[in-house]
Nanobody
Framework: QVQLVESGGGLVQAGGSLRLSCAAS????????MGWFRQAPGKEREFVAA????????YYADAVKGRFTISRDNAKNTVYLQMNSLKPEDTAVYYC???????????????WGKGTLVTVSS
């Protein structure tokens, strides 16, 4: 099991930016794809972005394409989500997880962490 700890959330005005981080345990971090997901109040968890183990391939949900950027630093066992041009509808708890694939409909493969809350005010 991979242990995951998300951080970097907070309150930001619409149009602002935030950078989320996810620290993962384990010595094989670079061998697996990672993803970000989010869950808004009263809604199901949804996919946001995914990145391959090497970092060379990325994939985004249509709702965030062009505004969010996923990246990773394998030396630090950390994956990031840079969020720009934030909108009130981006308000959610954001989670990271190892994913089964980069494209299509990636699914989380480990137990979910506590996530980090992002609140975007209008």
């Amino acid at each position: 099991q991979v242990q995951l700890v998300e951080s970097g959330g907070g309150l930001v005005q619409a149009g602002g930016s935030l950078r989320l981080s996810c620290a993962a345990s384990g010595r094989t971090f670079s061998s697996y794809a990672m993803g970000w997901f989010r869950q808004a109040p009263g809604k199901e968890r949804e996919f946001v972005a995914a990145i391959s183990g090497s970092g060379g391939t990325t994939y985004y949900a249509d709702a965030v394409k062009g505004r969010f950027t996923i990246s990773r630093d394998n030396a630090k066992n950390t994956v990031y989500l840079q969020m720009n041009s934030l909108k009130p509808e981006d308000t959610a708890v954001y989670y990271c997880n190892q994913v089964n694939k980069v494209y299509g409909s990636p699914s989380g493969m480990n137990s979910w962490g506590k996530g980090t809350l992002v609140t975007v005010s209008s």
